[in-house]
């Protein structure tokens, strides 16, 4: 235990009320008390601490299972050290306690301050964050939802003209589109389509810059001999559809306006890194980010929001376990199994995702480091393994040399610095499988194609590597 902290507190929190233990450094209960979740009580809170310990809030250390909301924010602003644990963590130093199984506020209140006494380094320290993160967070999540709710709506939509209207569906495939809703809103019964003029759906396709087909051809589609259906349902359909239009079109604004949202955030976060002083604006997460192959508005957006601090810190292991790219490892005596890692932030397993399949797609070094792990393996699970790998090697190395954008995407790979490589595929960690490793293989080895494969025994071929099963 250093000694920056003299006290100890674990703060079990919940909607209404929040139960508070705080100890000594011996482990002694000092107090215990419930206060309520609203201003005054989180206030009260804070006071009581300190007329309790008669010390500083920066030598009180609080242990919370949570890592935002009112009652972080309001202990970081006043200056306590706060620490968020996983509450699955807290379930397991519970059982030091008890073993019977019982749990109860006060009792989780203590665990959580006397883990914090004797186990810091399985806590994570948390800090006041950025402003301008916590806006792009917000914004987006808010876009993810945004795009949830319109495919919903598009779904619904292609139902109701699925009743009445099928030839419809044939024009587009995107039924969400602001220029398809127009269209809709001219010709939204097949009656109507038979007697539009050519010269209207013209004037919709040219407002709407719709160049993939001309009226003539909308019009030969949307006549088509209907469907007969009973009296009423056409008008039945008609009205529930022109409910979804106007929400549809307004989840159009709102997703154009999130998407604003989120470049004016980047270019101040990168503004921000230019004003300050003790580095290049070259060497900043936004220009870096912004200058890697396969990287849009969202995932940047994505990557900034959701691993501040592993960016910050450059701690690509941490990073590669919140993405779901590190791989979960339980050997036991003679089994010894490899499985994909599921406990990760699925925002950004998401973002690396279409990260790497992008990158693979306009990158000259990600697409050759993918073809040849195909070749090798054939397997494209690992081939993306790889490529996120690959790629947190190119920020890696756009740190050291100043993220210029020519420098990541024309610098061969075997000019890399050779110690950026390290943490691609560590000697103890072997490829993410559905199958148990063949115990006669080497158990430490490195992933086929990796840079590092070929020096020594981590680039030797495995025994039965051939061509593999697709």
């Known amino acids: 235990m250093t000694g920056d902290v003299h006290w100890l507190v674990g703060i079990d ?43 500083l809030p920066g030598q009180i250390a609080v242990a919370i299972e949570t890592s935002h909301g009112p009652i972080v924010e309001m202990l970081l602003e006043r200056g306590f050290q706060v620490y968020s644990i996983n509450p699955k963590q807290l379930d397991r130093f519970r059982d030091r306690f008890t073993v019977a199984g019982a749990k109860d506020d006060s009792r989780d209140a203590h665990v959580l301050a006397d883990a914090l006494r004797t186990d810091r380094r399985a806590f994570r320290r948390l800090s006041v964050e950025n402003p301008l993160l916590i806006e792009l967070r917000e914004w987006s999540r808010m876009l993810e939802d945004l795009k949830q709710e319109r495919n919903r709506l598009s779904n619904r939509m292609r139902a109701q003209l699925w009743r009445y209207y099928p030839q419809a569906l044939e024009i587009a495939d995107d039924l969400a589109a602001n220029w398809f809703l127009d269209l809709w809103q001219q010709v939204p019964t097949p009656a109507k389509a038979a007697r539009v003029k050519q010269a209207k759906i013209e004037s919709i396709l040219k407002a709407n810059r719709v160049r993939r087909f001309d009226a003539a051809e909308v019009l ?78 969202i995932n940047v957006a994505t990557l900034l929001a959701e691993a501040p601090e592993p960016l910050r810190r450059r701690d690509y292991h941490a990073l590669r376990a919140l993405c779901g790219a590190a791989p979960v490892t339980r050997r036991s005596g003679k089994q010894h199994i490899v499985v994909r890692r599921f406990a990760c932030n699925k925002r950004l397993q998401n973002a690396v995702y279409h990260w790497a399949r992008v990158a693979r797609l306009v990158s000259m070094i990600q697409s050759a480091s993918a073809a040849t792990l195909r070749c090798a393996a054939e397997d494209i699970v690992m081939a993306a393994h790889c490529v996120v790998s690959l790629i947190g090697c190119s920020l890696s190395y756009a740190r050291c040399c100043g993220g210029k954008r020519s420098s990541i995407q024309t610098m061969p790979a075997r000019k890399w610095p050779v110690h950026d490589w ?49």
Not at 231 to 246: F, M, Q, V, W, Y
Not at 453 to 464: E, F, L, M, Q
């Open 220 to 297: 030969r589609v949307l006549r088509q001999k209907p469907l007969w259906v009973a009296p009423g349902t056409t008008e039945a359909a008609c009205a529930h559809i022109r409910t979804l239009t106007a929400r549809i079109r307004l989840v159009n604004q709102q997703i154009a306006e999130a998407n604003r949202q989120l470049d004016e955030l980047c270019d101040k976060l990168e503004a921000e890194a230019d004003n300050a002083p003790g580095q290049q604006c070259e060497q900043r997460d936004v220009t870096i980010l912004r200058s890697c192959p396969g990287l849009g508005r």
């Open 422 to 470: 390290s943490f691609l595929c560590p000697t103890e960690t072997a490829i993410p499988s559905s199958r148990p490793a063949d115990r006669h293989s080497a158990a430490r080895r490195r992933c086929p194609g990796c840079p590092l494969a070929g020096t020594g025994a981590a680039g030797a071929k495995r025994p039965g590597q051939g061509r593999a099963r697709r």
């Open 13 to 55: 929190w919940a909607s209404q009320k929040h139960q508070v233990c705080l100890l000594d450094l011996d482990g002694r209960v000092v107090g215990e008390r419930e206060f309520d979740h609203e201003g005054t009580g989180l206030s009260q809170l804070c006071n009581w601490l300190i007329e309790q310990t008669k010390a």
